[in-house]
Each structure stands twice: as structure tokens, then as C-alpha cells.
């Protein structure tokens, strides 16, 4: 198929009717309005269906309701539309329910502000809901890489009967840039082959959708179920991208998003004044690169680790536990929707390397 | 004053009111419905204010409306209903608003039971909602504990004016024990002398108390002034309590809350086998006490440190981070509403003890 | 198009279905939750769409949204429901917008009981929500009825873009009758051809459906506007129908829905006793049959009008407003869920007419 | 006590509390947010309640709860907001609760506009919720007036145990006039003497408020209750004013509120013109003073009897029908917010005249 200039959400709903998602649910909230805009004329198209719900709170039951029927479910909303969302989002992970959840971040904490930013990392990662959940988190860099983690976070949902989150930051939103789909779309999902949905119980036993156990044995064994789902998830579902990881280099720079791809642009200019710096970047936030991490930062060569943010701090919380106090961990970030620029990032590594000297 | 037989949700409810708070608004979920109960036919006695909402949505947002006018404000409820008030506690962080939540945990994820857990330790220390923000979280182990991190909840939450969560199990919330409350109790909290509360602007300027800075500048610098006092609270505001500390410790257990008063149990037990165990236990999950779990665990006596948790294993996480490697880190946890029992802490200790030698 | 032996509450569904609207919106309450059940299956055979909303207050703005797009739009409730959507059929009344809605009756007031009522006849003919609004308020005393006054509701409501509400109670829901359908179904309704729906504004000015209006003189002309559609209404629309209706009747019964039949029973056992009454059965309570109640009542041989209902008096009023006190006006009615028999009407009759000699 | 200049609403708000009601529930809505505002310093002042709720339906149901226990309870709101507690008066009528509401009408219908109308008698009087209920309806025409029937709806409420709804326009809100409120205000409301509110059931038995009564002759009995409550208040509560009603009349104007003092100024000039008008004012809408109008009507002098609303038409549907046909009805309203002059209500009667010469 030939490449097509999109827009980051236009490119993220098209990537889910793509994967065969015909369910959309949502309550518009910038910076990501733009994605039920385009999903109101284009999904009707494609004979899918899209109610914007009274509130977040409610597309959250919305979209465990509609996954409980096997069909592929999402929906998109930014920082507090998600926080409506936790005890949702609880529910669908207790209840094994494949839904994807888009969460295209502003600056926070609060209301905030509507321009980019990547503070809800401890959210989407540690679980912002209650009780022992993970939900898989997906971070893309670019646009393309948006669509196809999309079209993966459907898949990886249906795999592993789980919430799956797409964290992007406004940036990627709005950037546009030429994408690619696949050839062939996915046919609209359908509950056909998979012995759990709710279709209707006639000539077959019935089914039930639950996350409520009130026999605690009954609960632990849910939990037990999803803690061995988690297992696996860590063990195969584990991406990440590096960007001019060398011997030469001094520092290793980790990020996601886009701000790795501004970390890029440092590390290019960098090399140019001869220090070397290699970059790290997450793609799977949950489950997250540890011993990859690791490996890395334990490294000779590698003198200090820098976890760049648009955020106060939050992944290098993950990035020390990772490095195992072997190499320093520091952190350069900005907030409030302010973004990190290569320049910043470029005189943060030359304050590094120069108090080694 | 005398010693009084008081049930946890009571005493919890009359130490609110001990530490002068009289406005209480809450929607009633188990196991902590009895808080509810207490203060409905209490606070009228002493001339509060309940509220009972029409969810946790409504809740979260009255008690930031309630706290914004400088009286001490707080809520009760239960792991989901927390995860309700996710958007409006990070409102209220970012707002810079004290307010006491109270969860008395249920097992998770999603409806889950109505036995205890300590399953919402992520959600409580890393932050459930979004945007940079911390709260304090105070463990208590005790129903006296209980009482006073009540009373020292709402003094840190008006010297740092942040929420400031007390969490416990279902277990701290039935158990009835001797408590003592303070000779006095503290006059009704009130507005005077604090220079932000929303009074009334006759005769001063007006003042404005919001989370919401379009201008990226301004909420950096909100992020920032946050990060800031969470930076003089992890100074000064660490707690913890350390049981049978001694360099003839081979394990050091860490657990919190009522759980440690378990593990407690097993080491006394396990002193008469012969096997010598400490016992770290964090009063505050934020700021955890990082620097005192290391110096502990790297003490050259120490082989193993064992976190034990009514949960899959959400604190083991600090501990890890704590502990850099230097020991390994073990767990033992039950969920679902199983408390492990002395004698499963036991078997779990004898275990690492029998595969190190 | 052969009959099929159908309950009421699914005939309506179908009727829905044969009209050409596959959008419907609902919340499942007694006694007429099966028009939901039967759609959630029904719907998705012929493409439709069923929404479950979180409240009736939900689906009354759900319908509101969808009806703006032009296509036809339904709802079902039963009384307390009814009354939750009071100020959103104020809304679509206000902004000209087609829709229909169903009441299976319930006892109230309250949440009563959930046996049959005709005590919702005030709310539905003068206005259950605010300003100056009417509704087309139909009344079918049969399943047959049902299908064919369904299919004439989505007629009126597109004619005179105008809520339109179907009104029974609990026996017409859940009375088994053979019914026959149109033998050929509408095709889905569509925007098409009309000049007032939402449809995306490419190619042509934007349009607005709305019912605010802040210029006291626009708000006004939309009054105006709405009194000059009722009184078209009022001019052609009313229906009603007689039974045994003759010179010979002393005494005149005016009666609606399932109770109109009841009221057959005791005329025809009445007649062989040989007193002489006729039936006046409105089928439209909005428009009300004014002029035709009148005719009747005034007729030489009438000597008493009894209204019979299954209210404390409501319809009553309305016949009194008529009868301009030309006769006298008698009320039998039963509330609660009791649905006056036979027995108990020809009772009342025969001590009318013993009174009067 | 000395006369003070004050608003109506603020009138209305003080008027409460002089008798003694210090419960206040309430969403803000133009024309008549000043009451809240008024309220959220003056209750303080007075150890009272104010609790602004998340929406018109979650205050339906607090006045509902309130009013359970059997103090004083009211709310203001406007006319959308009335619409969303249809459902809560239909259930605080089923379960004889006495509350007071205050409808300061805009124009309708919908959104409509925020200027002044009388489009909610339907509504009001004929009962916006479901079932078989009624609520006493009083319609002050001056400030002062307003602040006595304040008073009185929370006697008649209290005496009766129903709801009772003030009802006016947005002039009598805004009207600036001289009050006196009386010398000695009613102390607090309260639980005793009364043996239905829910106080805590120690020490006797638990009692049960409730609109739910599945067994149909125990809500047949209930609602026989309310008619015969209904019954007393048709026989002893209504209220109604004359204004210049002499044998000279040819004209009798009907109206209620601030529309009725407008007419008076009209019927003083004309009277000036040798047209002789009189004015019959009803004070109670419900009950509704029949036998009063039909009386005046009757008289011989009157030939025409013309109701002047702020509205398409409502209330002369009830004029029409206590007329019984012994004179022709006319009408003239405006509506949108648009208030009638005088000179308009004058050119309507001198237009009568001219017809019937």
C-alpha cells in the first residue's frame, strides 16, 4: 500500500480499523479529540460503531461491556480522562478482558494543561487502578510506529485476554509524517473460535464475565491466573530499539516516545563534538526491558545512565531498579508541557562528562 | 484519658474528629462501610458535617471543594472506590490541597472480594492518577497506630498542604483493641492564619485555587514547587519501626501494616527454633524509607531480605530498588483476601535459611 | 404478511424494526425490559444499533444526539425512567427533534410497584418537563394496535419533527396476541431529502439543532412555531374509536389503552342485564379528542360519562374539560397495580343508573 | 422587626431560614444562582447546611434523604434543573416527605432562555413525575409575598408531609422591594414530636420511608392516603386574591405571580377609560381555587373571562375548565422571556370590548 501523510490520531484510529476494531467509545478531551472526530465519519464507513459516552467514567464500563462480547474494543482519551478510567480498567484486568486504551498525555497533575508531556508513566506502569494487575504498555516514537504498535496492542490484547495501553504524548498526536498500512485489513474482529465471549447462551452452557470472587481462594487463583500471564508477557513480550549503541560510548541515554527521537537529534550532534552516546529506548513499558537495561548499562565503556523525560522523573524510578546501582542513574526532564529540546539535552550531557573528567 | 475498646473504623472515625476535622464526606463500600456509620449519628454531636455523596466521583470532587476552604476535609473508602477518586486526587495534588483519604484495602483487581489485601500499594505510592504528583502514605499496624498517623495525617497534610493517604486492610477496620485518644482534642480545624483558603474575598483580594495552567511555564513551576515539597518530606517525614533488629539476624523481613504484626509472630517463633529474624517495617510508604532498608540490608549478618505482602508482590519492587543488589530480595504473599498465616511466614524463613546453607 | 403469535413487549420492538429505525437507546426496567432483551438480539440482524446507557438521564440526551443526525430513534422506559428523561424531552420537543419514546406503565408514584398503571397520563399529555411544550401521546389498546400505532409514531415524528410517545402498561407488554406486520418493512430511515439533520457540513452551510435561545424574540418565535405545529396536530391528527355506541346508551364510558378493553367485557355482559352504555375510547391522548368527547357526551340519551382508568383520576379532568358540564362526569379507577375487572365496572354502572332513577 | 430592602431571591433564602430551615441542597442555574450564593455565607451564619450537589438529580435525591429525618429541607433551582428531579418528587410524594422546592421559571422550553416565563404550571400543578401524586404549588406576586409563602410551604409541607413547590419567574427573583421578616424567627427545625423521621432507631422501633410497595394493595392503600391528603388540602388550603371585582366588571382577568401585579396596573388604566376589570389572582395553583373562579365567572356582569400568561397557554386550560362553559375564555401570553405590558394587556381587553359591542 502506497504511504499516506496522516496525522498522529487520525493514524492511530485508522491503525485500529486496521486491526479489524470496529468498537470505538469515547469522551472527547484534548489533545486527542481529533481521533473521535475522524472516527465519527469513519467508522460508519466501514460499518463500525462509535457512542461518545456522558463521560469517562462511563466509556470505561462502556468498553468492558462491549469487550465481554469477543469483538475488538477501544478507546482513546488523554491524562484525567484516563484516571476516570482506573477503576475500569481494574475491572477489565481482573475480568481478562482484551480492550485497547489509547492515552495521548498532557501536562499534569490536575487539569494541567493541554500541550505534551509523559507524567503518567507511573500510571500506565505501575497500575493505576487497585489490586495486583499489569496492563501492557506500548510507547511508539513515530507515527508509523504508532500504527503498527496499534495494530500490535489489538493482538497482544487478544493473546493474552488484557487491557493494552498506547501511551503517546501530544507530539505524536499532532505530528504528521507518511505512514504505511498493511495491504490487506484485518476482518472485523468477531468472538468466533474463542470460548469465552458472551454471544448469547443458546445450545451451549452459559458463560460468565466477572472480576468479583467473594470465595478468596476463588480471587487468589484470578490472581494466580494473571500473575502466570504476566510471567509470560515478560518473558516474550519484551521490545526495545537501540540508536548508536557503541563501545565508544560514554553515556546511555534511555527515553521513549518521542522524546528518544529528540534524544536522537542530541546524540547525532553529539557525536559531531566527539562524545559518544548511545540511546536506549523502551518500547514496551510494561513489560519492561530490565535485563536488556542492564546488559546495557553494565557495559565498561558506559560511565552514567540518563533517563530523559518530559516528565519530573518517573521511568528513571525503573531505570535505577534496572541498573542495579552498577553506573549512576541521572535524570534531565522538563514539564508542563514544555519538551525537552536537543540543546538542553546535549548541555546535559556535557555536564555529565565533564564532572567525570 | 482512659484506655477505650474501640474497633479500627471507629477509632479511625473518632481520630479524625480528635484532630479537629469535622467534615466528612464518603459513599459507603465494604469493609469500611462502619466509618460511615459511626460518624453519621458522631459528627452531628459535635457539630460536623457528613456528606454522603453520590459516588466516589462526587466524593473526590467534594472534598477538593471542601479542602479549598481550609478546614480539615476527609474521606473513607475501599479499594475501588479509590480508584474512583483517582482524577480528583491528583486535582487536589496539583491544587495543592491537604485532604485525608483513608483506604482500608479490599482484594483486587476489579470488584474482587471483601477480605483485606494490600494489593493497592501501587496505586497508593506510585500514584493512580496522572501528572507528577506524590502523595504521603502512612501504614499503620495497630489500631492506636492508627489513631495517631490519623492525627499526624491531617498535621502533614496542612504543613505540606497535599492529600496524605492512610492505608490499611480490611483487618485494622474490624479489629478492636485498647486505644488512647489525646487529653485534648483539637479545636474545630479552621481557615485563620493560612493565607490560601478560599473565605469569602471581602475586604482582600481574591484568591484562586486551581490545577489547571494553560501556560507551560507557570505549570512547570507548579511541578516544580510540588517537587520541591516532596523533596523536604523525603528529608524529615520518613518513618519506620525495626522488631528484633540484631546482628544475629540472618533474614530481615519487611512488611507493613497489619502484616507485620504476622511476621512478627513467626519471628518470635522462630527465635525458639534458632533462627534469628529482623523485622523493617515501613510507617511511611511515601516517602519510603530508602537509605534505612539499605543500611539494614546491606549489614553483613543480613543473607536475605524477605518481603512478605497480603498481595502478588507490589512493595518488593522498593525493596529491590532499596536494597541495589547487594542481597538478594525474596517474597512471600497471599491475596484475594488470604492473610498468610505465622506458620506460612515460617516455612517460607526455614526454606531460605535451609537453601543457604 | 401471515400473524404471528407475539407478546407485546416484542411486538413493539419489532414494530420499531418494521418502521425503518434500527437506533435504539434504553435502560433496562421492569415491566418492560424485554423490549432491550429482544433488541439486543434483534438489532444486530438487520445492522442496527442498541445502546445501553448508564441512566435514563443518559438515554434521554443519547436520543436526543442520535435524532439530530435524522435518522429514527427509540426509546423504551417504564414510569420512574420516564420521568429521569423529562428535561431532554423538553430539549427535543424545544429543538424540533423526531423521536420516539415508549411508557409501559407502572404503579406509582414513586417507585411504586411494577404491576400496570395509567397513572403517568399527566406527565405524558400535559408535559412532564418545562416551557411550552407538547408531545403527540398515542394509546393502543391491542399487541396490533402497538405495531401499527409504533410504525404511525415514527410517521408523525418525522412529519411534525416532534417527540412522540407510545403509552401502556404492563398487560399490553406482556400480552401474547397475534399480530401481522407490513408486508414489506421500511428501509432504514435516513437523512436523506430532509434539510435539518446533522450529516457533516462538507458542501453546504452548517446547520444548528438546538434549543437555547437567549434573544427573547427568537425564543418566542420558537414557540410560536411549536403552538402553530400543535394546532395542526390538534386539526388532523386526533384518533379515537366507538364500540356499541347507540341512542340507546344511558350511560357513556370513556376509557384508553388495555382498560378500554376491559370496559368491552362489562358493556357486552351489561347489555344482556339490558343496560345500554357506550364506549369512547381516545387512541390519541394528545392530541385529545376535545370536540368528539363533547358529541358524544352531549348527546340527548347520555345521562352520566364515567371515566374509567387506571389511576386515581387523571384522563378525568380532561373528559370533564370537554363535557363542559353539559353531564355529569363519574370516575372508577384502581391504582397500585389492581386493574379494575369487569365486575367492578358493570357495579359501578348499575349504581350510577340505579341513582339516577 | 424593621422592613429591609431585599432582593426575591435573596428574599427567598432568608425567608427559610426564618422558618427555620436550615438544609439547603441546590445545583446553580440562572435566574436564580443568588439563592445558593446568598445561602453559602448566610447558613454558616446560622450553624446551618448548604451542600452544593454534583447535578439537579443528585439534588433530588438529598432533599429526598434529608427530609427523612425530619427537619426542614429545601432546594432552588430553575426550570431544566426542575425537570431533573421529576423522578425524586414523584418518590419524595410517594413517600410523604415534606420538602420544600422553588422553581424561579425561565423560558422554555429546553435550554430556552434565562429571561422570565410562567411556561411550568403544567409541570408544577398537573405533575411532571409519574403516578398518581399531587404537590401543594404557591405563586408569590410580590417579594413580600414570597417570603410569607416561604414560610407557609414549609407549614403546609410539614402538616401534610408532600412536597410543595414555590414557583415564580426570574422578575420576582431579581424584583429589588421592602421586606419584613417576622419578629421572632422559628428555631430549627427538628425530629421531635414527629413519629416517622428516621432518627435512629434505639430504644424503639426501626421505622421504614420508602415509595416502593410491591404488594398492589399495600400501594393501592397508599395512594389512597395521598388522595385523601390531597382531598383536605382542595378543601382547606386554597388561596386566592381579588383586585378590583365589582358588579361593573365586564372583563375578568385571570393570573398568577408578578404577571398578575402587571395586569393590575393594566386594569387601573383602563378603569381610567371607563373599562371596568376585574382581577382574580390565584394564590395556591395547587389546589386550584375552582369553585372561587367559577363564582366570579358566573356573575352576571362578567362576559369574558381572559387569562394573561407568560406562556403559550396553561393555566386557562384550568380556567376553562372551572368555567364550565358559562363564559368565553380568551387568552394572551407572550412567552421567551418576554414579559406582557400593560398597554398589550390592555389593547387585548379593550379589543374584547370592541367584539362583544
Given at each position: 500500500m502506497a504511504k499516506k501523510l496522516m496525522k498522529g490520531n487520525e493514524a492511530i484510529a485508522e491503525a485500529a480499523i486496521a486491526a479489524g476494531c470496529l468498537s470505538y467509545f469515547a469522551y472527547p478531551i484534548t489533545p486527542q479529540s481529533e481521533v473521535a472526530e475522524y472516527l465519527s465519519w469513519r467508522l460508519p464507513e466501514v460499518n463500525g460503531l462509535f457512542v461518545q459516552a456522558e463521560s469517562e467514567v462511563a466509556v470505561g464500563n462502556m468498553i468492558f461491556g462491549a469487550a465481554a462480547t469477543g469483538k475488538r474494543v477501544f478507546t482513546?482519551?488523554?491524562?484525567?480522562?484516563i484516571s476516570l478510567m482506573q477503576e475500569a480498567i481494574s475491572y477489565m484486568a481482573g475480568a481478562h478482558l482484551p480492550v485497547v486504551l489509547v492515552n495521548i498525555m498532557r501536562g499534569g497533575p490536575g487539569l494541567g494543561g493541554i500541550l505534551p508531556a509523559q507524567s503518567d508513566y507511573f500510571q500506565a506502569v505501575k497500575g493505576g487502578g487497585h489490586g495486583d494487575y499489569r496492563i501492557i504498555v506500548l510507547a511508539p516514537a513515530s507515527v508509523q510506529?504508532?500504527?503498527?504498535?496499534?495494530?500490535?496492542?489489538?493482538?497482544?490484547?487478544?493473546?493474552?485476554?488484557?487491557?493494552?495501553?498506547?501511551?503517546?504524548?501530544?507530539?505524536?498526536?499532532?505530528?504528521?509524517?507518511?505512514?504505511?498500512f498493511p495491504e490487506k485489513y484485518d476482518p472485523?474482529?468477531?468472538?468466533?473460535?474463542?470460548?469465552?465471549?458472551?454471544?448469547?447462551?443458546?445450545?451451549?452452557p452459559a458463560r460468565i464475565i466477572k472480576s468479583l470472587f467473594l470465595d478468596p481462594y476463588k480471587l487468589e487463583k484470578n490472581n494466580f491466573d494473571l500473575a502466570a500471564t504476566y510471567k509470560i508477557i515478560r518473558e516474550k513480550e519484551v521490545r526495545h530499539e537501540l540508536y548508536k549503541v557503541s563501545p565508544?560510548?560514554?553515556?546511555?541515554?534511555?527515553?521513549?516516545?518521542?522524546?528518544?527521537?529528540?534524544?536522537?537529534?542530541?546524540?547525532?550532534e553529539l557525536e559531531?563534538?566527539?562524545?559518544s552516546v548511545g540511546l536506549f529506548r523502551p518500547i514496551t513499558l510494561f513489560p519492561f526491558p530490565e535485563k536488556e537495561i542492564f546488559d546495557?548499562?553494565?557495559?565498561?565503556?558506559?560511565?552514567?545512565?540518563?533517563?530523559?523525560?518530559?516528565?519530573?522523573?518517573?521511568?528513571?524510578?525503573?531505570?535505577?531498579?534496572?541498573?542495579?546501582?552498577?553506573?549512576?542513574?541521572?535524570?534531565?526532564?522538563?514539564?508542563?508541557?514544555?519538551?525537552?529540546t536537543p540543546d538542553e539535552v546535549?548541555?546535559?550531557?556535557?555536564?555529565?562528562?565533564k564532572s567525570r573528567k
Open positions: 482513546t482519551s488523554s491524562s484525567p480522562g510506529e504508532a500504527v503498527d504498535l496499534m495494530i500490535l496492542a489489538f493482538d497482544l490484547a487478544d493473546k493474552y485476554r488484557t487491557p493494552v495501553m498506547l501511551i503517546g504524548d501530544g507530539m505524536i498526536g499532532q505530528m504528521m509524517e507518511a505512514v504505511e472485523p474482529s468477531s468472538p468466533d473460535g474463542k470460548d469465552w465471549p458472551l454471544t448469547g447462551a443458546k445450545g451451549r565508544k560510548n560514554r553515556v546511555l541515554i534511555t527515553a521513549y516516545g518521542t522524546m528518544a527521537r529528540i534524544c536522537q537529534t542530541a546524540i547525532d559531531t563534538e566527539g562524545i546495557e548499562a553494565a557495559k565498561p565503556n558506559i560511565e552514567v545512565v540518563l533517563s530523559v523525560e518530559m516528565s519530573m522523573g518517573q521511568m528513571v524510578e525503573d531505570i535505577e531498579r534496572c541498573v542495579k546501582d552498577r553506573k549512576p542513574v541521572d535524570f534531565f526532564g522538563r514539564t508542563g508541557g514544555i519538551v525537552p546535549k548541555n546535559k550531557v556535557r555536564e555529565i562528562v
